[in-house]
C-alpha cells in the first residue's frame, strides 16, 4: 500500500488561502488521489479527487471555484489550494489513495471505501 503525507494545514483568517499537500511514497501513475475533510462532531466528506490515469477531478459541490487540486507528479504529490476560507471550512484534512485509481468514477470519487490508504491528517484552522 502507497503510504501517505499530508502537509501545510494550519491556522488562517477567515477570507484566506492555504494549500495543503499529501506526498505519495510511490509514483501517482495508477492512484487516483482523493481529499476529504472532518470536522469536531462531524462525517468525514469528501473534497476533492485527482485521477492520475486520465487527470479527471472532482469537486464537492459547495466547494466548486474556491478550492483546486492538482499534482506533481515529478514529486508524488497532489496540492489542494484553498481560497476565501471560511469557519465552516476549519477541520482536519486527509489524503486518501486509490491503488486502481482508473476504477473511481464521478459516483464514486466521494465514497470513503472506495480507498485503500490514508495520510494521518491535517488540521486547517480558520479564524481571527
Known amino acids: 500500500q502507497v503510504q501517505l503525507v499530508e502537509s501545510g494545514g494550519g491556522l488562517v483568517q477567515p477570507g484566506g488561502s492555504l494549500r495543503l499537500s499529501c506526498e505519495a511514497s510511490?509514483?501517482?501513475?495508477?492512484?487516483?488521489i482523493g481529499w476529504f475533510r472532518q470536522a469536531p462532531g462531524k462525517e468525514r466528506e469528501a473534497v476533492s479527487c485527482i485521477v492520475n490515469v486520465d487527470s479527471s477531478t472532482y469537486y464537492r459541490d459547495s466547494l466548486k471555484g474556491r478550492f483546486t487540486i492538482s499534482r506533481d507528479t515529478a514529486k508524488n504529490t497532489v496540492y489542494l489550494q484553498m481560497t476565501s476560507l471560511q469557519s465552516e471550512d476549519a477541520a482536519v484534512y486527509y489524503c486518501a489513495a486509490a491503488s486502481q485509481g482508473w476504477r473511481i468514477t464521478r459516483q464514486t470519487w466521494g465514497e470513503v471505501n472506495a480507498y485503500d490508504s490514508w495520510g494521518q491528517g491535517t488540521q486547517v484552522t480558520v479564524s481571527s
Open positions: 510511490g509514483s501517482l501513475r495508477y492512484l487516483a
